[in-house]
């Protein structure tokens, strides 16, 4: 990407600044052929990114989503989700500091190589292998996000005055593309994965119809499960292994080839300049983020956000699919629940620019509400339907808390984004790790009332930031914009009604 070309805020807080871009947008600058080559170097980014971040979830949710019932043995698969996320809350401290080090595509980059050593560890499964392997993934997986993050933000920022249009809207829509794509991978991956299984299971049963069903109403309820429920042969295993191993190359690969590297803005410094710019200020600046109150209360959407994924690769994966359904249908409901994701996070990044965003919030929060609520009340029996409907529904709220919360951060954050960052995704990791923690002591009851107070409590505190940190044209956008409309034709009215008035006259 060009450095020549950047926005100058001055003084301005990023709530002005937007309004200022509403009022008035930049003029676009340079020739045209320039311009053009801008836009097209910064939808390649996003969208060579998007790509690159497909082929990588498609093999770790894919392993992810199996591990509770893959290695259940000695709560192995939890345990190591545990500590997957409790390291990904503390690279949170050393994230900014590895971003500037290394720079946003290169910190991406080591994080994928983390990825592809975690499916490797899982050819072998044992807590000597796959513990370690977790707690490097995790620590890696905060570095990740907090680039994956700030690289959009900065390409939004940029190209938001040559396509003058304004920075919440390219932030709001660029996260969208990147939830989109990282959620669809949810396909090729779970679908691999289930027919593998599903084969699997075939062959170990004698039949399809007695893996259809799983279990039987008694075993559903009671959590017992038949030991041909939860077993792979160790052959089908390898082989998804490897095609997740392949998916991971690709991805680093795509990265390296249309992803390019953002130039530091930073001048030449003596060494101990550099250490004061990358470990003290990068740490000081991540510290004064826990202190925000706009982030802590939008802390509270993220560690919900982690609290409903633990629960729905934990709980729901093994408590309601693999015990009642099968291990073989785990794939094929988290791949629904990955392709309404994914469907949500391209809608929402499009008519968030129309729908008020708070809006949108209220719809989902209800939605995941009424989920939790039927969930405590619901006496749990072998259902296809149910448990797809759950996936469906739950699909849609994660696409719309994902995508607009983490787009929320960049708006409100634009020039301090990796720290901004780092601190919002040690939240959702926080509750990735609790959720993980309480699915190892099977604690189903108090794990939906824990989530169901922070649902309504978190509801409140974003209401609370949106009012306070947005003007009305960012909360009502579709509103203001009717009533701009609305006036501008009465205007225009007036005068042709003055001019007749004088030719009359």
Not at 41 to 65: D, E, H, T
Not at 255 to 268: G, I, M, N, Q
Not at 274 to 284: D, H, L, Q, Y
């Amino acid at each position: 990407m060009d450095t020549e070309e950047t926005i100058e805020l001055g003084e301005e807080g990023p709530e002005q600044a937007a309004r200022r871009q509403d009022d008035d947008h930049v003029p676009a600058r340079g020739c045209l052929p320039c311009r053009n080559r801008d836009v097209r170097r910064a939808y390649r980014n996003v969208y060579g990114l998007s790509l690159s971040l497909f082929f990588l979830f498609s093999a770790f949710q894919s392993v992810q989503n199996l591990q509770s019932s893959v290695n259940s043995r000695g709560g192995l698969g939890v345990i190591s989700l545990s500590l997957l996320y409790a390291a990904f809350v503390l690279s949170g401290i050393v994230t900014t500091s590895i971003v500037r080090v290394l720079g946003t595509k290169y910190a991406i980059m080591g994080g994928m190589a983390c990825h592809l050593f975690y499916i490797v560890c899982n050819y072998h499964a044992t807590w000597y292998s796959l513990i370690p392997a977790s707690f490097l993934i995790g620590f890696a997986s905060g570095p990740f996000w907090a680039a994956t993050s700030a690289h959009i933000t900065q390409v939004a920022v940029k190209l938001a005055p040559i396509v003058r249009e304004r920075q919440d809207f390219l932030i709001s829509q660029f996260t969208g593309v990147i939830f989109l794509f990282s959620q669809v991978s949810h396909l090729p991956g779970n679908l691999a994965s289930s027919l593998i299984l599903l084969h699997a299971s075939d062959s170990t049963n004698g039949s399809s119809s007695s893996s259809v069903i799983a279990a039987t109403m008694d075993e559903c309820r009671n959590s017992t499960i038949s030991s041909s429920y939860g077993q792979i042969k160790d052959t089908y295993w390898y082989i998804l292994v490897s095609v997740f191993v392949l998916f991971d190359v690709i991805a680093i690969f795509i990265l390296a080839l249309l992803v390019d590297r953002l130039p530091s803005s930073e001048p030449f410094c003596s060494s101990r300049a550099k250490c004061r710019r990358f470990i003290f200020e990068p740490s000081v600046s991540t510290i004064k983020m826990f202190l925000e109150w706009r982030l802590i209360f939008l802390g509270f959407m993220f560690v919900c956000s982690g609290l409903v994924q633990s629960f729905a690769y934990g709980v729901f994966a093994k408590e309601y699919v693999t015990n009642c359904l099968g291990v073989s249908q785990v794939g094929f409901v988290l791949l629904v629940l990955g392709l309404s994701n994914a469907f949500t996070s391209g809608v929402v990044g499009k008519i968030v620019k129309y729908v008020p965003r708070l809006v949108i919030v209220l719809i989902a929060t209800s939605i995941n509400v009424g989920l939790t609520v039927f969930l405590l009340l619901w006496e749990r029996i072998p259902s296809y339907l149910m448990v797809f409907l759950f996936a469906i529904g739950w699909g849609f709220t994660g696409g719309v808390w994902n995508t607009l919360s983490s787009s929320f951060v960049g708006i409100l954050y634009p020039m301090e984004s990796e720290p901004a960052y780092s601190v919002a995704r040690m939240w959702q990791a926080f509750g990735l790790a609790v959720g993980f923690v309480m699915s190892y002591f099977n604690s189903q009851a108090a794990f939906l009332y824990l989530l169901l107070g922070l649902l309504l409590i978190t509801t409140v505190l974003y209401i609370v930031v949106e009012f306070k940190s947005q003007s009305r044209t960012q909360i009502f956008p579709c509103l203001i914009f009717c009533v701009r409309e609305t006036a501008a034709a009465s205007s225009i009215e007036e005068e042709e009604l003055v001019a007749r008035t004088e030719s009359g006259l």
